[in-house]
Structures are given as structure tokens and as C-alpha cells.
């Protein structure tokens, strides 16, 4: 499997031609950056060898409408069989609006007590591209789904905590936010900014600190869902990487702080169960655009440090996973997760 | 979380229960937010009853929805007993993984946190790790679980009353579809409301629901829209019912159909009229059958018509000849000129005989025809039965003589009359007689006899001491032309007689049967009805019938041939001249030998055709003209006016000698003025007596 840096996506259909005169089955994705040796890294390849390929699908046209996307969650489905243990690891298009629905079905269909992680992958430029790849062809909007047999799970955490000040989406479709508190998204967002941290936002620096303020699912466990604004349209309308269903309520979240080791703490006190070395790790794209490429990078060497183990992976726009382990899955943002992706005795 | 956090979490928890009418989408929905709020990653909606279970007792338990783990999934629908600690109306945590696995038969759970759903279940979340604090869970979510329980009645009711609701419209709808009527309903403003499958593919519509919201103008019958819309406007204006009203309707495919409309206004429970119902009933089949059944009427009447016709020619072409042949034997049997032998006496009988009989064959196929064309005339009249009897038994005395048969008549005293035609019913007990005689064995017995029923009615019963009937014998009587074999005995017969007989009684309102065994003869009856106040007594008469040497009765006996005394008119010094117009040579030569070997004192003129006739009477002025019917280029009728024009002959008696033997020929030719209208082949004794009496009449 291999995860190839945005830099570089270029070059996969020389990858593609090289794993096929091999005869090397190959899945893999874009990602905005690779992880390696605690630092970011903006061309070059992950590429993870498996000592038997596990069970995959490489499945696209995921934006059309609910019937194909059941089928799809169906597939997907399929590729656990009853009693076996094991995690679901998935990889989706970043430029697909209903990730979270896809997981929501999925699980209805799966019933079976596995593990669920992945991330979305693509640019960080929120540029649709065929981000998704196997040996034969590349493809957009789509997921690409292992199931690692024996594989225990991944750790995944955040660390945003949710403010007292609450605001309700009131018009909103799939990742897209119309309005806020009946009023236009983007004014609400503004100004909710500004009166909480003081800073003004305009139509032109929004990219620039949509990831500082992100939004929060507020959840009843208290671990909000985050979801970072990343695009505004004309209108005055937010979109979000992950679903925003209609009437949810959200928070303008505390981001994390530079410097705190919150998030790598709660990683280390819930990560016995990954052994392997190296361990695979993405990191929010959103996140490290919050706390800088440094803070990000020092982040991972304390993460790195802490589980006393290397760290391969790469950048993602969004994480799947639960908070609790063996939990309900949920698609995040602003997440590390770390997973062992089947490097277990098997 | 705060306060607030947790009132935004009940807001969407809220809108989440009020967003679905589907329980089962419903509980589904919620037990995924439950996970997604909750983390756990397994959960179950579970119902049961507490209120009808004992405290402390096992619950049964109904699992209707699971997310999460196949494991527990595969006991979805399934019902499971519940130990008291696990059904519970409280939620609570319950962390016995024993239990647990024994339970729900997942050993990696030893978590549970049971959200009561009050008077339903629960919804039942499972985890491997307790998790920090599950407190807060239970009493975030009791106002939404509370708030879910009675939404999910309401679904459930709702279900139930839409599923009744279903049930009973598609029972309405299948009974509407099967019957063979189109239904349709619509509103006041002429829009369908709905409509059978019937009505629908009329319409040109797959779908009884593809009519509702349609107009009239949206259907095929465009050209009777506005009288279907007047209709409607009574139906809904006057409450008026509109039964049996008759269109033709084009619909769908170009078809046309012949429909009886029934309108009957549509009212709803408060007796408003909210629009028209109305059924059609396709009678296009019945229309078509009535149509076809008119035509084959016609063609049968057509064909009845060509075949009386065919019949009347044809007993007009055999008694053309017959006239001839049993005419000239009369004349010769009379043996006027005293030169005929013995022998040849016998053989000109012959003749006379077979002639009367191809002639009463011939009557009978007329009379058979007739009923058969329905068109034979009854005069239906208090008939005396014992008047009939002695007519027929007088008759038939010839025909006793010659086989040696014993007849006797006994007819009750009080026996009175029937309602009858006189001529028919002495034809019938004739033929029955006849027959008697005629199938009896030598020297046997023939009994007439006649007596009244309890029931006003009748009965003539004729026996005999014949061979008698088998059972099959008896199921083949009165059938045409079936003659039981007799054809080769013979016996002279035709198979007619007793199916005529059977047709005439049937005709005047009787029934006529036989009872027979064989070898013990036969009973022939008929039933009649008395006729009212004609029951008076007569004297009972016992007659035997002595054998004697008479001649054959045949239906032409009554006009035997006994030739009538020659008359004449006393008026001295006149000469009477008798013009006929003829162009057969035969008859021509038959009537002017018989009036000049016994009216001698008429002066005879022929003549072969009309105006030949015509030239005659100018010439001559005779005081009778006989003329045919059927003569060439002009007819009787015809020339009968042309006579009656000539001056002088406005008054000279006109007889028409014709073969046209029908009932209706002769009123035609009275009605046309003619004296008198003899039937050919010609009775030489009735044909004199009408001669004298034009004569006579004629004189005064």
C-alpha cells in the first residue's frame, strides 16, 4: 500500500506501471504530505508491505445518490465475515460531502464488532483529483476499504473541548452551512470570532483561520465532533470537511493550544494495545495548519517519543475513528490516529 | 458539558424523535444517534411488558433492533427471557458480564447502560470498557426517551390505523376491480376522485390512481363530454339519479362501447353531496346479440316467408295436375255414360283414391307449414265434443268396414265442450281414430271415449287394440316424417299426422300424449280446456259402429264425390251462359266436361287467357264467369276489375278456381269480390253447388 505526497501524485501511474510489471498488487492514496522521521515531508512515497494483501475494494461514484451509495456501504460490508476480528481501515476521497453518512450506513450494514479507522485523502487545496489508486487505475470520489485481519484498532484523539456558547445550524446539507441561528453562516461564524478571540475574518483570510475556529458537534459524552470550516462561497455559506446534519447544534470549539500535550497524553494512556513498530500515523491537515508545521512536527516527536516508536503516515483531511476504543466510529477532524494497519503477526 | 451543552443535545435529540412516521426508521435512527452521543459501540432496542409481569419475575422480552454486532443482530425479532435486573422501567448501568453473555450471548460486552423507554422497553448499549461516567447519560437522554416512547405509540398507531386503512382500500379497490361494472367517483368540480380497473382502461390508464385530479378532458370521450357534464350538474345540482341512461362511448384503442350510464350524487357522512358517483355497464355484447338476433329474425322470417312461399307454389303446382286427375275420376266414377266395366270402375277408384291421398299429404305439409311459419288462424270457440266425435266417427265408419274394427264412442253425458277450432279439433280426433283403425290388427277395437277431469278440463282418450308401443316407440312419436317403421307395412301414411295433431292441440292450449305397452295397444288422448258455461249435459251415447261397405274417409270424404242432382234455375226461355277462363287445358277440359255432362242446361264458353276472357264476356255477357287466378299476364284479380268494368257485367257473379289453397288466398279473393273462391283439385259436387247457387243467385 502505498500513500504518495501530493508533490509527487504525478508519478503514480509510473508506480502503477512499475507494481504491475512486478507483479505487486498495489492500493494508495494522495496525500497533502507524508510523515517520516517526526517531520513533514512535501514529495515521496509511504509505501507499507503487507505479507498477504488483505481482503480490499477500490470502490468510486460515491457523490451520487442514496441507492448507489447503499450498494457501495453493501461492498463494503462484505468484507467482514462473521466472527472474524479485525479492523475496517478506509480511505476516502476528502472532496466527498457525505463522508459521515457513508460511515453511518456502513455501520448499519456491518453489524459486526470490528474496529473502523481511516482518513480522507486528496489536496490540501480542497482541489478535486483522483487522489485514489490501484494497481490499474485512479480514481476520485471514492473510498478505498482494507480489512486488516487480526489488526486491533487505532488510537484517535483530538483533544478540542467545547465552549459554553452554542450556535445552531439551521440550514445546512450535507457539508455545506447556509445558515446559522437562522441568519447567513458566514456572518455568524464572523462574528462569533470576533467576539471570542478577537480577530476579524474576512472573505479573504478565511482560509487562513477557518482552521484556528472550527466548528463542534456537541456530543453527550462531552468529545465534541470537530468540524473545521476549510471553504466560503458567495453566498455567505461554510463548508466543512464532514457533515453538518440539519438543525445540529454546534460550538465554535477551543482549538488545541500550541505547546500543550494534552492530545499526546490521552493517545499514550490509550495505545497499549499497538506494539508494532512503526506505528502508522496521520495527522490532521486542518490541525497542523492551526498550530504551524513546527508545533505539528513537535507534536509528532513527542507522540513519537511517548509510544517510544517510529512514525510513518502523512498528512489527512479528515480521521475516522472513536475516541473510546472498540467505540462507535466517527469521521473527525483535527485528529491524530495511530494504528498498527495490520503490521501484526498474522 | 455544561447546561447548555446538554439542552443542545435534547434540542437535536428532540427534533431526531419528531422526524420520522416510520417506527422502525424511527428506533433506527435513534439507536444510531444513541452510539454517536454515547461512543458505545453496540446497541439494541429491546420491548417488553412490565406492567403485566410479576415484580422480580423474568420479563419477556422482544429484540427489534440491533446496530453494532451480528451476534446479538441474529436475535433480532426474536423473544428472550429477562432476568428482573436487566428489564428494568429505570435506566441504569448494569456491568455483569456473565449475565450479560448468558443473556445476549455476546461475551466480549461486561458493559450495559439500559435508557428505559416507559410502558415500551429499552434501548440497551453495550461496551467492553466502563466508560468514565454514565450518570449524565441517564439523565440527559430520560426526557428524550420519555418523549420517544409516546411518539413511538403514535407510530405504532398510526402503522396500524394506516395498514386497516391499506387493507381496506385494497379490499375496496379489489372488489371494485372485480366486478364486471365500470365505477368511477368524482368531486364537484368534475375532477376524478378514483375509479375501478375497468373504468381505468377505458380511460387508456394502466392505473386506477393515474385518474385521480383528472377532468373530462383529459379523456377519450371528448364528443359526449358535455352531456356527461349535464348529467353530472343534475346529479350534483338536483341530487337527481340518472338510471339506465344509454351511450355509446368511444374509449381508449379507438374502441367503441354501447354502456347503460347509472348517476347517483356521492354524499359524505353528513348526507352532503360531495360529488357523482356513477357506474357504466358495458351492454355493447348484448347490443351486438340483440342486433345479430334481429337479423337472424329477419333472415329466419325471410326464410320462413321463402318457404311458404316455396310451399304454396308448390301445393299450387301439385293440385294443378291433381285437379285434373281426381276431377276426370270423379266424372268417370260417376259412369254417366253407363259404358265403363266393373273393372275399369275399380281402377278410376284407384285413381280417385291415390289422388285424394297426394292431396290430403299435401293439406297436411300446408297445415304443418303454416304452424311451423306461426302464421296458421284458430278460431277458438265453445266446441261440443260430442258434435266433433259424431262427425268423426261418421267419417271413419268406412274405414272400420274395411278392416273389420269395432268402434265405440262413449262420451260422458255431462261431458259439454271445450274451447277449440272445430275444423282442428276434428282433424286431430280424426287422425287419431284414423290411426287407431289403420294400426290395428284385424278384427280388433277401437274405443272413442270422452270425459271431464276434476281440473275444467277435458279428455278425449282414443284406444286400440293394436300391437301396442315400446317405451322407444313412444319417445319417437310426434316427430316428423318418423313413422315407426310403418313405411314398409303398408299401411298408407305420411309420419305428419300425429306431430300436426300434437301442434294444433298444443295450439289450442291442450296437451296430447298416448300411454301404451306392447302387445296391450295403445291410448291416444288429448287434454283441452272446457270452455266456461258450456258444460251442459248431453245424453250419453253409446254407439257401435257397424262394419259396412263405405268409402275410405280421408279428410276429402266430407266432399265425397257423390255427384250433386243436376239444378236448374226456373226461369222459362232462358239461356245460361257460363264463360271460363282457364289456361291449363286440362282444368279447361275437367270443367267444361263436368258442366257439360251435368248442367246441361248452362251454355259453356272458354276462353285461355285474359283479354281472350274479356273479349268473350263482351261478346257473350254470360251470367257466370269462372276464371283462374294465376293466368298469364294478367291475373284474376286484375281481370275481375276489367269484367266489372264492361257494361252489363257489373253485377255477374265471379268464381275463382284456383290452386292458391292458402287460408289467406282465399279471404284475398272474397275480399276482391269474386262470389265464390274454389280450391283446386276441384270437388266436383262443391263446384256445381257454387255454379247453381251463382246461378240461382243470379236469377233473383
Known sequence: MAFVAEGDAPAIPMLQAECRRLGLPLLGAVLPELLGDNHFHRQGMVAIFFSRMPRHLLLDGLNSDGVALDQAMTKIAGLSIAGEQGTLFLVFDGMLPNIASCLEGLYRNISEQINFTGISAGSETFKPMPCLFSGQRQVGNGVLALFLHHDPGAVLEHGYQVPEKMVMATAAQGNCITSIDWRPAFDVYRQSVLENYGVTITAENFYQYGAHFPFGLIRADGIPLVRIPVALAEDGSLFCVGEIPENSVLALLHAVSAGSSDTVQAMVHKASFLVSDPLCCFYCAGRRMHLGVSEAEREVSQLAAALDRRLIGGLSLGEIGSIRQGGYPLFHNAAIVCSSLGNVDD | ?700
Not at chain 2, 432476568?83 to 448468558?102: I, T
Not at chain 2, 261418421?394 to 255431462?414: G, H
Not at chain 2, 288422448?525 to 254407439?543: D, H, I, M, N, Y
Open chain 2, 1 to 700: 458539558m455544561t447546561e447548555t451543552n446538554y439542552l443542545a443535545v435534547l434540542y437535536e435529540m428532540a427534533l431526531l424523535t419528531s422526524s420520522e412516521m416510520d417506527s422502525d426508521a424511527l428506533i433506527g435512527k435513534l439507536l444510531q444517534r444513541l452510539l454517536f452521543h454515547t461512543g458505545f459501540p453496540v446497541g439494541a432496542y429491546i420491548e417488553y411488558d412490565l406492567q403485566h409481569t410479576a415484580a422480580g419475575a423474568e420479563v419477556e422480552a422482544r429484540v427489534v433492533r440491533v446496530l453494532g454486532c451480528n451476534r446479538l443482530a441474529a436475535l433480532t425479532g426474536q423473544v428472550r427471557s429477562l432476568p428482573a435486573g436487566l428489564a428494568s422501567d429505570k435506566s441504569g448501568v448494569v456491568e455483569d458480564a456473565p449475565l450479560l453473555a448468558r443473556v445476549f450471548e455476546t461475551p466480549d460486552h461486561s458493559v450495559m447502560l439500559r435508557l428505559s423507554v416507559p410502558g415500551c422497553g429499552g434501548f440497551f448499549l453495550f461496551t467492553s470498557t466502563m466508560p468514565d461516567s454514565t450518570l449524565h447519560l441517564v439523565h440527559l437522554f430520560t426526557p428524550v426517551l420519555n418523549n420517544f416512547s409516546r411518539v413511538l405509540k403514535m407510530c405504532r398507531r398510526y402503522e396500524r390505523q394506516t395498514e386497516l386503512h391499506l387493507k381496506s382500500n385494497f379490499m375496496l379497490q379489489s372488489v371494485l376491480d372485480t366486478i364486471p361494472v365500470r365505477v368511477y367517483w368524482k368531486d364537484l368540480h368534475g375532477r376524478y376522485l378514483g375509479c375501478n380497473r375497468l373504468f381505468a382502461r377505458d380511460a387508456g390508464l394502466d392505473d386506477p390512481a393515474r385518474l385521480q385530479g383528472l377532468s373530462a378532458a383529459e379523456m377519450p370521450w371528448q364528443s359526449l363530454r358535455q352531456q356527461f357534464r349535464d348529467d353530472d350538474h343534475a346529479v350534483v345540482a338536483e341530487g337527481k339519479t340518472i338510471l339506465g341512461k344509454e351511450y355509446t362511448l368511444p374509449v381508449a384503442g379507438g374502441r367503441e362501447l354501447t354502456l347503460t350510464v347509472n348517476k347517483v350524487p356521492l354524499r359524505d357522512e353528513t348526507g352532503e353531496v360531495i360529488g357523482v358517483l356513477g357506474a357504466y355497464d358495458d351492454i355493447s355484447a348484448r347490443k351486438q346479440m340483440e342486433l345479430q338476433l334481429i337479423e337472424a329474425r329477419a333472415a329466419a322470417e325471410q326464410a320462413n316467408h321463402a318457404k311458404s312461399e316455396f310451399v304454396s307454389n308448390m301445393s299450387h303446382e301439385l293440385r294443378t295436375p291433381l285437379n285434373a286427375i281426381i276431377g276426370f275420376s270423379q266424372l268417370l266414377e260417376g259412369n254417366h255414360e253407363g259404358n265403363l266395366t266393373s273393372s275399369q270402375l275399380d281402377e278410376v277408384s284407384e285413381i280417385y283414391h291415390a289422388g285424394t291421398h297426394l292431396l290430403g299429404l299435401i293439406n297436411q305439409l300446408l297445415d304443418l307449414s303454416k304452424i311451423e311459419a306461426g302464421r296458421i288462424e284458430l278460431s277458438m270457440e265453445p266446441v261440443s265434443v260430442q258434435d266433433v266425435i259424431n262427425d268423426c266417427v261418421a267419417l271413419i265408419r268406412s274405414l272400420t268396414a274395411k278392416r273389420s274394427i269395432e268402434l265405440q264412442v262413449m262420451v260422458q253425458p255431462d261431458a259439454g265442450s271445450v274451447r277449440a277450432d272445430y275444423m282442428r279439433l276434428k282433424q286431430v280426433v280424426l287422425n287419431l281414430l284414423s290411426n287407431a283403425i289403420k294400426y290395428n290388427n284385424e278384427q280388433g277395437q277401437v274405443v272413442i271415449s270422452c270425459y271431464r277431469l276434476p281440473d275444467d278440463h277435458l279428455r278425449i282418450d282414443v284406444r286400440d287394440t293394436g300391437p301396442g308401443l315400446s317405451a322407444a316407440e313412444q319417445a319417437r312419436l310426434f316427430k316428423t316424417f318418423d313413422r315407426l317403421g310403418a313405411e314398409n307395412s303398408g299401411i298408407e301414411g305420411t309420419g305428419i299426422g300425429l306431430v300436426l295433431s300434437k301442434r294444433l292441440v298444443e295450439l289450442m292450449g291442450g296437451v296430447i300424449g298416448v300411454t301404451s305397452a306392447v302387445g296391450q295397444g295403445a291410448t291416444f288422448w288429448v287434454k283441452l280446456a272446457t270452455a266456461p258455461g258450456q258444460g251442459e249435459a248431453r245424453s250419453f251415447e253409446g254407439v257401435t259402429a257397424a262394419a259396412g261397405p263405405q268409402q275410405v274417409v280421408s279428410e276429402i270424404a266430407s266432399t265425397t264425390p257423390a255427384v250433386s242432382e243436376p239444378g236448374r234455375p226456373s226461369v222459362p226461355g232462358k239461356s245460361w251462359r257460363v264463360l271460363y277462363i282457364e289456361d291449363n287445358p286440362a282444368n279447361l277440359a275437367l270443367v267444361r266436361a263436368i258442366i257439360s255432362g251435368q248442367r246441361k242446361h248452362l251454355a259453356f264458353f272458354e276462353a285461355i287467357s285474359a283479354s281472350a276472357g274479356l273479349a268473350q264476356a263482351k261478346r257473350h255477357l254470360p251470367d257466370l264467369i269462372l276464371t283462374d287466378i294465376n293466368l298469364p299476364g294478367t291475373n284474376g284479380y286484375q281481370l275481375l276489375q276489367q269484367i266489372r268494368g264492361i257494361d252489363g257485367m257489373e253485377d255477374v257473379p265471379v268464381i275463382a278456381i284456383s290452386a292458391n289453397a292458402l287460408d289467406r288466398d282465399i279471404r284475398r279473393g272474397l275480399d276482391a269480390g269474386f262470389f265464390d273462391y274454389i280450391v283446386k283439385p276441384l270437388n266436383v259436387a262443391t263446384f256445381l253447388k257454387a255454379v247453381d247457387r251463382a246461378v240461382l243467385a243470379r236469377t233473383h
